[in-house]
């Protein structure tokens, strides 16, 4: 089993839709949750952290922390076609922030 | 301007030598982070360090070699030991509030 998993995609909403984006993880241990977002050919940028259960709102995103059932999702509402890009779930170990663990990504595609 | 500085963006290798890519932060982070990633897929951790003179091996060290001298630098050498070094490098210092990452070194062997 992968440490971090997602599904790989694309994802393929319309624009002005809720696009949700799922992230699960297997060290039940795990205190700190990154989303990062990732244009072609471009460097991760990070766009919202998460390290209590519910949810964090900023702006447009909203990450959601699920502790007991080990996943964590980012939900993109209002999506625009400047959103597409590849998402990135990073995961801290328990010990601390100091060896982030990331999944694959998945692919996010808002069509016109 | 605080951030993470890569250099060079671009690098071409020739089979058998050493490279070396750079990487400076100013953002006065103690732990920095390299990392590969291929085509189509996530990053793979080659090395961490947390303080100065310290280091650890991440997921795929064979072939490469670090140095944390400074606070502010963390360079990785590509050596001839890895076979498949064309990739995206990247390079990122992080507090406990997420990592940020240079603009990445694009590697390619000739």
């Known amino acids: 089993q992968k440490e971090v998993e997602q599904n790989s995609g694309p994802l393929s909403v319309p624009e002005g839709a809720i696009a949700s984006l799922n992230c699960t993880y297997s060290d039940r241990g795990s205190q700190s949750f990154f989303w990062y977002r990732q244009y072609s050919g471009k460097s991760p940028e990070l766009i919202m952290f998460i390290y209590s259960n519910g949810d964090k709102e900023d702006g447009r995103f909203t990450a959601q922390l699920n502790k007991a059932s080990q996943y964590v999702s980012l939900l993109i509402r209002d999506s625009q076609p400047s959103d597409s890009a590849t998402y990135l779930c990073a995961v801290a170990p328990p010990g601390g922030y100091n060896k982030l663990i990331f999944g694959a990504g998945t692919r996010l595609a808002v069509h016109p | 301007d605080g951030g993470i500085t890569q250099s060079p963006k671009y690098l071409f290798r020739k089979e058998g030598q050493n490279v070396t890519l750079s990487c400076e932060q100013n953002?006065?982070?103690?732990?920095m982070y390299w990392y590969r990633q291929d085509p189509g897929q996530g990053l793979r951790l080659i090395y961490y360090s947390q303080i100065v003179n310290d280091f650890q091996k991440g997921d795929i060290a064979e072939g490469y070699s670090v140095s944390r001298e400074k606070k502010e630098s963390f360079p990785l050498t590509v050596t001839s030991a890895q076979k498949n070094p064309t990739a995206f490098y990247l390079c990122?210092?992080?507090?406990?509030?997420?990592?940020?990452f240079g603009q990445g070194t694009r590697l390619t062997v000739v």
């Open positions: 953002l006065n982070h103690d732990a």
């Open positions: 990122a210092s992080s507090t406990g509030q997420g990592a940020f």
